[in-house]
């Protein structure tokens, strides 16, 4: 697997998780093939909607409070297994 593909099935799999949630085309930020050269990481960066708190129903209002709140920057890593071609884990990106 070449890091094209390692990147577009990151950003496939960015509209296919999080869906109408994601307001920008994700763009890359990081990457890296580990020294085992099993996995790549994909560091992507996107603006989404925030989450609404959890315990609340979802609502008309909830939704206006949510949108109200406006996107925020999200940043993900996405673990893929070279050989298989598949995405193994999605992970917050904490800024340090």
């Known amino acids: 697997m070449e890091?094209?593909?390692a990147v577009?099935?990151?950003?496939?799999?960015?509209?296919?998780?999080f869906g109408?949630?994601?307001v920008s085309e994700p763009v890359l930020e990081e990457m890296?093939?580990?020294?085992?050269?099993?996995y790549?990481?994909?560091?992507?960066g996107f603006f989404r909607v925030p989450d609404l708190p959890h315990g609340h129903a979802e609502?008309?209002?909830?939704?206006?409070?949510?949108r109200i709140l406006g996107p925020r920057r999200?940043?993900?890593?996405?673990k893929i297994n070279a050989a298989t071609e598949k995405v193994v884990s999605v992970k917050d990106r904490e800024l340090s």
């Open 59 to 66: 609502s008309a209002a909830s939704n206006i409070a949510a």
């Open 8 to 17: 577009q099935l990151a950003k496939d799999s960015v509209h296919e998780l």
């Open 74 to 78: 999200a940043f993900k890593v996405f």
């Open 3 to 5: 890091i094209k593909q």
């Open 32 to 38: 890296e093939f580990d020294d085992d050269g099993k």
């Open 20 to 22: 109408e949630q994601v």
């Open 40 to 44: 790549w990481w994909v560091t992507l």
